[in-house]
């Protein structure tokens, strides 16, 4: 594990995102939600939505289950089309299917819950692929870039392997440098230590607070109280299909102001 | 029984490799064809998925024999002069892509959706996530099924011979009115559908194994 200790600072051992405070990020718009709407039949999964994500910014995503948090999340890449509003990522509204979609989409690196690695191919061909068949890159250029990722999340030495062979833990974090070899604008993380044993949640959180300590525009859909409270800059909670509360980490856990949002934390805190 | 084959042996040769020729060439345009329409069956584009279901509606619903009628009398009349050979690949291939087609879509029903979602977002089109991450997937679960249907083709090339093919069936009734016996002659026939079959079975049953995947 690595740490930002200096030999001076007598009191916070890591520096966080949140240490710094709301001027790590340079405070432009990067993903632009205005009054977002989407159903599921008659479900209204995504009610007026209104999101600003800064360039930057890390934000967290909790709620309880079936408020629409993966549907948010997914619809900022439009794996899930919206019915009404709109979305725009660094200016460019998001478009319908075609060539414009996959363009901007590879500027949206995305984690999901159950890793989704390619299963027939091998770790570093799953890192090299986006950039090779997407972007069209030079595979030398490529390979390098994928080695020095695996390395960045500790699995350099896995490269050859299937993604089978691999605990889940690692898996996922394949799945993190897959979607950083596209250098993209922002990350989508929904919910990526769900599905992991308790030993591992850590491996991929510390990943992830690295990625945020760099600088990384993230949305994290998650659960884990102490990653919100080290790493993001804002707090969103959703109920229902709407953005209930928004603040910061510290305000939001030791503050909550709506009565949904406390009756939430008072569950998952004391469980 | 051995006369048959030392008497007639010039007759079964070409009998066979029409048979041989038939199987290669239907097999090849049924998989591409197969393929294409079961992409049209999986595509985001309306139209394209009400083709593939028109298409595999319509062949598969419509005795092989009356396509090879279509085929032979109706396409002279639009003037398309194709040789007998080719009107057989045309009537044998389009039926059999209908039956592919499905085989395919069900292997891809079975690779998990996270796999495509994935794919979509690093930015893959359509066509990539289909050829690089679904169907190299969905091949395992396809290829026995595939395989049965193949197989299929290969006996139902046997109509050909009704349509001035040269093919293995149809040496035999040239045999049998030559005097030879029925039983001998179709021994024979059976034993050269089943060098084709069997060799086929067991190309297949490589590539499931190349196709496997651990997960
Ligand atoms: N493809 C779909 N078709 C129909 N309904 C869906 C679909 N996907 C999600 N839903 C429904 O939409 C609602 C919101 O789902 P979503 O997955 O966004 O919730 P969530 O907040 O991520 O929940 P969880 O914490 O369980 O992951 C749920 O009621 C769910 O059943
Ligand atoms: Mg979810």
């Given amino acids: 594990?690595?740490?930002?200790?200096?030999?001076?600072?007598?009191?916070?051992?890591?520096?966080?995102?949140?240490?710094?405070?709301?001027?790590?990020?340079?405070?432009?718009?990067?993903?632009?939600?205005?009054?977002?709407?989407?159903?599921?039949?008659?479900?209204?999964?995504?009610?007026?939505?209104?999101?600003?994500?800064h360039r930057g910014e890390v934000v967290v995503v909790i709620g309880p289950s079936g408020s629409g948090k993966s549907t948010l999340c997914r619809t900022i890449n439009r794996l899930e089309a919206i019915d009404g509003g709109r979305i725009t990522i660094d200016g460019n509204l998001l478009?319908?299917?075609?060539?414009?979609?996959?363009?901007?989409?590879?500027?949206?690196?995305?984690?999901?819950?159950?890793?989704?690695?390619?299963?027939?191919?091998?770790?570093?061909?799953?890192?090299?692929?986006?950039?090779?068949?997407?972007?069209?890159?030079?595979?030398?250029?490529?390979?390098?870039?994928?080695?020095?990722?695996?390395?960045?999340?500790?699995?350099?030495?896995?490269?050859?392997?299937?993604?089978?062979?691999?605990?889940?833990?690692?898996?996922?974090?394949?799945?993190?440098?897959?979607?950083?070899?596209?250098?993209?604008?922002?990350?989508?993380?929904?919910?990526?230590?769900?599905?992991?044993?308790?030993?591992?949640?850590?491996?991929?959180l510390e990943v992830m607070r690295d990625l945020a300590r760099e600088g990384m525009t993230m949305v994290v859909v998650t659960h884990e109280m102490g990653f919100a409270r080290s790493a993001a800059n804002r707090v969103i909670f959703m109920a229902d299909g709407r953005i209930v509360e928004e603040n910061t980490p510290d305000e939001f856990f030791s503050n909550p102001r709506s009565d949904r949002a406390r009756d939430f934390l008072s569950k998952i805190l004391h469980h | 029984m051995l006369e048959v084959i030392q008497d007639n042996w010039d007759l079964l040769q070409d009998g066979f490799v029409g048979t041989l020729k038939l199987t290669v060439v239907c097999g090849i345009a049924s998989l591409l064809l197969g393929t294409l329409i079961a992409a049209c069956r999986v595509s985001p584009v309306p139209p394209l998925r009400w083709f593939g279901a028109a298409y595999v509606n319509l062949f598969r619903n419509t005795p092989l024999t009356l396509i090879f009628f279509a085929v032979a009398l109706g396409f002279p009349k639009l003037r398309f002069n194709f040789s007998f050979f080719q009107f057989a690949v045309i009537a044998l291939s389009t039926y059999t892509a209908a039956f592919i087609c499905e085989a395919i879509r069900s292997g891809i029903n079975t690779v998990p959706i996270g796999q495509a979602e994935a794919a979509r977002s690093l930015g893959m089109s359509f066509t990539q996530t289909l050829s690089q991450i679904v169907l190299p997937q969905a091949g395992r679960a396809a290829v026995p099924p595939i395989g049965s249907l193949l197989?299929?083709?290969?006996?139902?090339?046997?109509?050909?011979?009704?349509?001035?093919?040269?093919?293995?069936?149809?040496?035999?009734?040239?045999?049998?009115?030559?005097?030879?016996?029925?039983?001998?002659?179709?021994?024979?026939?059976?034993?050269?559908?089943?060098?084709?079959?069997l060799t086929m079975s067991a190309l297949l049953a490589a590539l499931e194994k190349k196709l496997a995947v651990v997960r």
Avoid at chain 1, 133 to 161: C, F, I, M, P
Avoid at chain 2, 166 to 182: A, C, F, R
Wanted: cysteine-free.
């Fill in chain 2, 151 to 197: 197989i299929a083709m290969v006996r139902n090339s046997a109509i050909a011979s009704a349509f001035n093919t040269t093919e293995l069936m149809g040496t035999s009734s040239t045999m049998i009115e030559n005097g030879y016996k029925s039983l001998w002659v179709l021994v024979w026939i059976a034993i050269g559908y089943l060098i084709i079959t």
């Fill in chain 1, 95 to 204: 478009p319908q299917e075609g060539r414009e979609l996959a363009r901007l989409r590879s500027d949206v690196g995305m984690v999901f819950q159950s890793f989704n690695l390619f299963a027939h191919k091998t770790v570093l061909q799953n890192v090299t692929l986006g950039p090779l068949k997407v972007r069209r890159e030079k595979a030398d250029v490529v390979t390098r870039r994928a080695h020095e990722l695996l390395d960045r999340v500790g699995v350099g030495s896995q490269a050859d392997k299937y993604p089978a062979q691999l605990s889940g833990g690692q898996q996922q974090r394949v799945a993190i440098a897959r979607a950083l070899a596209m250098e993209p604008k922002v990350m989508l993380f929904d919910e990526p230590t769900s599905a992991l044993d308790p030993e591992m949640i850590n491996e991929v």
């Fill in chain 1, 1 to 53: 594990m690595t740490t930002d200790a200096s030999d001076t600072a007598p009191k916070p051992p890591v520096l966080t995102k949140r240490d710094i405070g709301k001027d790590a990020h340079s405070g432009e718009p990067l993903v632009v939600l205005e009054n977002v709407n989407k159903h599921f039949g008659a479900l209204h999964v995504l009610q007026d939505i209104d999101l600003t994500i």
